[in-house]
Structures are given as structure tokens and as C-alpha cells.
């Protein structure tokens, strides 16, 4: 097969051992960090993640404060054309 620059950054250098890696747990994830969560597509895959699972998500998200943090992903999930909205109230634990 041809090399390509996209092949090329699918493939681990070959200094890099990746069998001492661990194996990835089977079953559903427990946790999920999403960055982006109050940008325009954030608000999307966060709607879309509290509806397909069970897991904690933990967004990283820019806030003048810690008091705004929250409700600044919460925004980003309820806004019009996002159909998260109802799922946000019983899934909502800011921190």
C-alpha cells in the first residue's frame, strides 16, 4: 500500500512500545471527558451522550468563575435547535 500523510499518522512510531499499554475495559464507559462541550458542536455530542449513556461526563468548560461553570455547558446543551434540553434537569450534577 502506498503511504499517504493520513496512513502515516495512523501508525505509532516505531520507538514507541504500545504493549505495555493496558487493555481498553470492556463494556460501557464509567467516565467520558468532552472538551468543547459549550461551543456551537459541544452542545450536540453532550445532548447526544446524556440521552446514549449512563456515564459521568465531566466537560471542561472557560467560565469567569467556578459558580458559572455549570450553567455554562448547561447553555450550550439547551439551546434552541439542540434537542438536549430535556434531558439536562435529571442528569445535571456540576461540580
Do not use: K, N, Y
Not at 459521568?56 to 461553570?69: F, T
Amino acid at each position: 500500500m502506498a503511504s499517504s500523510p493520513i496512513s502515516d499518522d495512523l501508525r505509532l512510531p516505531a520507538d514507541i512500545d504500545a504493549s505495555a499499554l493496558t487493555d481498553v475495559p470492556e463494556g460501557p464507559p464509567e467516565r467520558i471527558l468532552l472538551t468543547g462541550a459549550t461551543g456551537f458542536l459541544g452542545g450536540f455530542l453532550l445532548a447526544d451522550l446524556l440521552d446514549a449513556t449512563d456515564a459521568r461526563i465531566h466537560c471542561l468548560v472557560r467560565a469567569e468563575s467556578a459558580a458559572q461553570a455549570p450553567g455554562a455547558a448547561r447553555r450550550s446543551v439547551t439551546r434552541p435547535g439542540c434537542a438536549g434540553a430535556p434531558h439536562v434537569p435529571d442528569r445535571r450534577r456540576a461540580r
